[in-house]
T-cell receptor, first 116, second 116 residues
Framework: AQKVTQAQTEISVVEKEDVTLDCVYE???????LFWYKQPPSGELVFLIR??????QNEISGRYSWNFQKSTSSFNFTITASQVVDSAVYFC?????????????FGQGTTLQVKP | EPEVTQTPSHQVTQMGQEVILRCVPI?????FYWYRQILGQKVEFLVS????????KSEIFDDQFSVERPDGSNFTLKIRSTKLEDSAMYFC??????????????FGQGTRLTVV
């Protein structure tokens, strides 16, 4: 079955520290998509990145970077020089083709607290 | 930029009452979803809808739940007789396709349902 595991429930760092959020997934699909979403205290889901299974290039967007490794089924997210505004819950998600409907399977989320 | 719109943003209802959560998906999208997030937990798939019928539903989506697209624009989730455990954030999502080759998953801002 498709599954996403975010083993870190909560992480607390001090501003300007780098932090990595881990995501490990399980899937039998050869083609799949991975996502990261940010959920601030206001509750909405803010899309951060989509990555397909054929593209293992790491991606950098400003202070954010993502490391996709198919060999270890991981899609980790690093925030460099963290800021207080990065405090949020972060979800990793996987597209699930089992029902052929395009639904997403979410991990449990990691709560990141960045202290000033 | 196109967006998925949900109303209301917050609804409080008495146990046993019926509620209807409304969503306006992106206009040319074909696949529609409802997800639920109980406070402090992960986002869970409820149901997917395509071609005017349910294409997949989770175990959570029991007979108390129903969805419809009454007028070709709105996509609604109805809970017939709410229970305390239905209190959650409900997210609507829509996609043009059921894969994510060139697109993200578009989520609405959520409706926070509180059953008292």
């Amino acid at each position: 079955a498709q599954k996403v595991t975010q083993a870190q429930t909560e992480i607390s760092v001090v501003e300007k520290e780098d932090v990595t959020l881990d995501c490990v997934y399980e899937t039998r699909d050869t083609t799949y998509y991975l996502f990261w979403y940010k959920q601030p205290p206001s509750g909405e889901l803010v899309f951060l990145i989509r990555r397909n299974s054929f593209d293992e290039q790491n991606e950098i967007s400003g202070r954010y970077s993502w490391n996709f490794q198919k060999s270890t089924s991981s899609f980790n997210f690093t925030i460099t020089a963290s800021q207080v505004v990065d405090s949020a819950v972060y979800f990793c998600a996987l597209s699930d083709s089992s029902g052929n409907t395009g639904k997403l399977i979410f991990g449990q989320g990691t709560t990141l607290q960045v202290k000033p | 930029e196109p967006e998925v719109t949900q109303t209301p943003s917050h609804q409080v209802t008495q146990m046993g009452q019926e509620v209807i959560l409304r969503c306006v998906p992106i206009s040319n999208h074909l696949y529609f979803y409802w997800y639920r997030q109980i406070l402090g937990q992960k986002v869970e798939f409820l149901v997917s809808f395509y071609n005017n019928e349910i294409s997949e539903k989770s175990e959570i989506f029991d007979d108390q739940f129903s969805v419809e697209r009454p007028d070709g624009s709105n996509f609604t989730l109805k809970i017939r007789s709410t229970k305390l455990e239905d209190s959650a954030m409900y997210f609507c999502a829509s996609n043009l396709m059921r894969t994510y080759l060139n697109t993200e998953a578009f989520f609405g801002q959520g409706t926070r349902l509180t059953v008292v």
